[in-house]
């Protein structure tokens, strides 16, 4: 313990979770049932609970998940629509916190700043800053990090020629100019994402013209925003009950196309290919601004709910062109083509840049913790990382689905560690383990661009992070705690551990200004 711990006033907790948005919450729900003698607190460096929902104010802002999978098992997703818009989401989250009062563990405007594990102490020692710059300390037997794994306070933008000459509006969606008008007006998006398909569709309702820039297309598929098997069963069957059987059947249409999209991506490109045919009946040129250049599910697939984009494109309200960018203009952007599109407003909706435990400075026994440096144990923990769980969401599913599967093995961790004694654990791996790479399944731009610092992957389980809802939930429902990776009470190699295991990593190239 250092003089600093030593002498500070710490107040005493035995889980810290870290965020308020749906995996936060869902954590906080878990632990007040499960775990109610237990004292927790949220701590949220934003003002108001739903992470992402809250930050992300773009016209038509929704789910790229279906809700049966994506809302918490334990509160029935009970609307129409499958497909959610923003808004309803957090409404949803909302409802959640004042039916279960977890507004009383959460405390706003406070960010974590920094975490030490002690091993001697066998506790976390947690620096929170609130709104104002001042500090007080947490000491902590458990950190749950439920921050997501997206940075709030900055988006990619990639660095264009004549970025600064444009003398428009730019509108980042991750910070998106509030009452913006946009009626009547030309609008350029810059992009092929989730993103991308929502706003573009919103958008084109009431500008003049919107055209979607894409430096390469993305797989995009169309689905009806209601489903009729949940109308059916809704009419005589009880929610809870409605839910599971929707829940059910989403889950194993996530889990079937990711595999068959893996195993035979001919045949599922061809089927895209023949839906995108069908939907833009000729008005759009399906082989060059609808053909991937990568197989199924390599990338993120694309949600258009009632066939929005596809209606629109028809229209003539939406334009798409497929080319790098030149540069940007005064009165819009030149392609490489030599094309010029004038735009009254550009939004560069070009995707994410990660982040790690919401940017707090980790360390283990004074030592930095680097997550390039560890692996990724049961999709979870990390090697040689005591008393630490970081819920993260599958990138190829609903996020909810994998936050779930983690909640039940922290629940199942503390009660072992409570029946036997134990103060600290983590897994334990072998400096001559073999890593696979990537801990995620997508090679998405924001995923390709992070993995200088993401945590690895191994070559089998535990330590193969596996990216299916069922190998994962019976893994967690099924195997022991006690698995013989995992080490109880035992701290005495981490020193050594994170002292001598520190790589120098390069940053990426400097963005140019922020939108």
Same mark, same amino acid.
């Given at each position: 313990? +250092? ?47 739903g992470g992402t929902w809250d930050l992300f104010k773009y016209p038509g802002i929704r789910s790229d998940s279906d809700m049966y999978s994506f809302s918490y098992s334990f509160k029935p997703w009970t609307d ?25 563990y959460i405390r706003f405007s406070q960010r974590v700043t920094k975490a030490n594990w002690d091993s001697t102490a066998k506790r #976390? ?31 990619? %933008? ?17 910070? #998106? ?20 398909? +929502? ?33 059916? =069963?809704?009419?005589?069957?009880? &929610?809870?009950? +409605? ?14 196309? !990711? %595999? ?36 199924? #599910? ?13 209606? %629109? ?13 030149? &540069?940007?203009?005064?009165?819009? *952007? ?19 840049? =990660?982040? %790690? ?20 144990? &049961?999709?979870?923990? !990390? ?8 819920? !993260? ?5 609903? #996020?909810?689905? &994998? ?47 992070? =993995?200088? !610092? =993401? ?52 940053? *990426? ?7």
């Amino acid at each position: 313990m +250092t003089d600093n711990q030593a002498n500070s006033n710490y107040e005493e907790l035995d889980v810290l979770i870290i965020g308020a948005g749906i995996s936060g919450l869902g954590m906080a729900y878990k632990m007040k049932k499960e775990r109610p003698y237990d004292s927790f607190a949220v701590i949220e460096a934003r003002d108001n609970i739903g992470g992402t929902w809250d930050l992300f104010k773009y016209p038509g802002i929704r789910s790229d998940s279906d809700m049966y999978s994506f809302s918490y098992s334990f509160k029935p997703w009970t609307d129409r629509e499958y497909v959610a818009t923003g808004d309803r989401i957090m409404n949803y989250l909302e409802e959640l916190t004042a039916e279960e009062l977890l507004h009383h563990y959460i405390r706003f405007s406070q960010r974590v700043t920094k975490a030490n594990w002690d091993s001697t102490a066998k506790r #976390w020692f947690v620096t929170i800053t609130r709104g104002n710059g001042t500090e007080y300390h947490i000491k902590t037997n458990f950190l749950s990090c439920c921050s997501g794994y997206y940075d709030y306070e900055e988006g990619h %933008l990639p660095e264009w020629q004549g970025y600064n000459d444009y003398k428009g509006t730019i509108a980042h969606p991750q910070f #998106w100019p509030k009452d913006l008008d946009y009626a009547g007006k030309k609008v350029v998006v810059i992009g092929s994402g989730a993103t991308a398909v +929502t706003v573009v569709p919103t958008m084109a309702m009431k500008a003049e013209k919107v055209t979607m820039v894409q430096r390469s297309p993305a797989y995009v598929v169309a689905r009806p925003s209601r489903d009729k098997l949940f109308l059916a =069963l809704s009419k005589f069957l009880p &929610k809870g009950l +409605t839910n599971r059987i929707m829940r059910l059947k989403y889950t194993t249409m996530q889990q079937v196309t !990711f %595999l068959v999209s893996k195993k035979y991506p001919a045949l599922v490109r061809k089927l895209v290919r023949r839906m995108n045919q069908q939907e833009l009946k000729g008005a759009v040129d399906v082989d060059v601004h609808f053909k991937p250049k990568y197989n199924p #599910w390599d990338q993120r697939m694309a949600l258009v709910p009632d066939s929005d984009l596809f209606k %629109l494109a028809r229209a003539g309200k939406v334009g798409i062109e497929t080319d790098e960018i030149e &540069k940007f203009t005064k009165t819009g *952007i030149k392609l490489k083509s030599g094309k010029e599109l004038e735009a009254d407003i550009i939004v560069p909706a070009t995707g994410l840049k =990660l982040q %790690l435990w919401g940017k707090m400075d980790l360390t283990v026994d004074g030592n930095p913790v680097r997550g390039d440096n560890l692996t990724i144990y &049961k999709g979870t923990m !990390f090697s040689q990382v005591p008393n630490f769980l970081w819920v !993260f969401g599958y990138t190829n599913s609903s #996020w909810t689905l &994998k936050a779930e599967v983690t909640y039940e093995y922290m629940i199942r961790l503390l009660n072992h560690m409570e029946e036997n004694g134990y103060e600290s654990a983590y897994p334990h791996l072998d400096d001559n383990a073999d890593e696979a790479g990537s801990p995620v399944a997508l090679q998405s731009g924001y995923i390709l661009r992070s =993995l200088h !610092f =993401l945590p690895k992957s191994g070559d089998s389980f535990p330590w193969r992070n596996n990216d299916l809802y069922m190998a994962d939930w019976i893994a967690v429902k099924t195997a022991k705690i006690a698995d013989g990776t995992m080490r109880f009470n035992d701290c005495s190699v981490l020193k050594g551990f994170h002292e001598t295991k520190q790589t120098k990593v390069e940053p *990426i190239s400097k963005k140019s200004k922020a939108a």
